[in-house]
């Protein structure tokens, strides 16, 4: 079964809303990653969270990690029409041996 | 940086065909290679993935197979395609445990 749940499946939103995406695992991690996935492309890695570290910022991106309830949330600020993707959480297994494994994504859309 | 390079975009394929998809990677070296494959709509499930030349670990036992015969070229093989091989492979790469993955644009494969 899968390690990374994400919550909502979908979500839309008006352009200029604030958008946020959760995402639960079940198992001990070493990291969390965040990735951003746009129709029939490849994804590309959004933000790192270490195990011990509870809150990243990258421009109008914010992770939280929840190590005690097992869950992350990306929240993306003032969306963008552009912001429009699938966004999918990963995690570092502790006893992962270097695999790394994805949720289902959130399918995210901004309306203009 | 890394650049992941994934042939072919897309492929049609009858069943019962054989499959080579093949991904090489510049600007690193000893990365570690990883296969996935992403049905509509869904998220990444991890096939094979490998630390080093001819180490392949295996997480999908069906019909598929992977080799790596040198430290950046990675390949993703069939004897023979099921309908249910469809879907979209991506190869990624990473430079060891708690860095993000690089993916290739992907190949995008309908077995007939």
């Known amino acids: 079964s899968q390690q990374g749940e994400e919550d909502p499946q979908a979500l839309s939103i008006q352009e200029g809303e604030n958008a946020t995406m959760n995402c639960s695992y079940k198992?001990?991690?070493?990291?969390l990653q965040w990735y951003r996935q746009n129709s029939g492309r490849g994804l590309v890695h959004l933000i790192l969270?270490?195990?011990?570290?509870r809150e990243k910022h990258s421009g109008r991106l914010r992770v939280t990690l929840d190590t005690s309830k097992k869950s992350s949330s990306l929240l993306i600020t003032a969306s963008r029409a552009a912001d429009t993707a699938s966004y999918f959480c990963?995690?570092?297994?502790?006893?992962?041996?270097?695999?790394?494994?994805f949720g289902q994504g959130t399918r995210l859309t901004i309306n203009p | 940086s890394q650049t992941i390079h994934q042939w072919p975009a897309t492929l049609v394929q009858p069943v019962g065909s054989p499959l080579s998809l093949e991904c090489t990677v510049e600007?690193?070296?000893?990365?570690?290679l990883y296969w996935y494959r992403q049905a509509a709509g869904r998220g990444l499930q991890l096939l094979f993935y490998s630390v080093g030349i001819g180490q392949i670990s295996s997480e999908v036992p069906q019909n598929l197979s992977a080799s790596r015969p040198q430290d950046r070229q990675f390949i993703l093989s069939s004897k023979k395609l099921l309908l249910s091989d469809s879907g979209f492979y991506l190869c990624?790469?990473?430079?060891?445990?708690?860095?993000?993955?690089?993916f290739g644009n992907g190949t995008r494969l309908t077995v007939t």
């Open positions: 990963a995690t570092d297994l502790i006893q992962g041996a270097q695999k790394l494994v």
């Open positions: 198992t001990s991690i070493n990291n």
């Open positions: 600007g690193t070296s000893n990365p570690n």
């Open positions: 990624a790469c990473r430079q060891g445990y708690n860095s993000p993955l690089h």
């Open positions: 969270i270490r195990s011990n570290e």
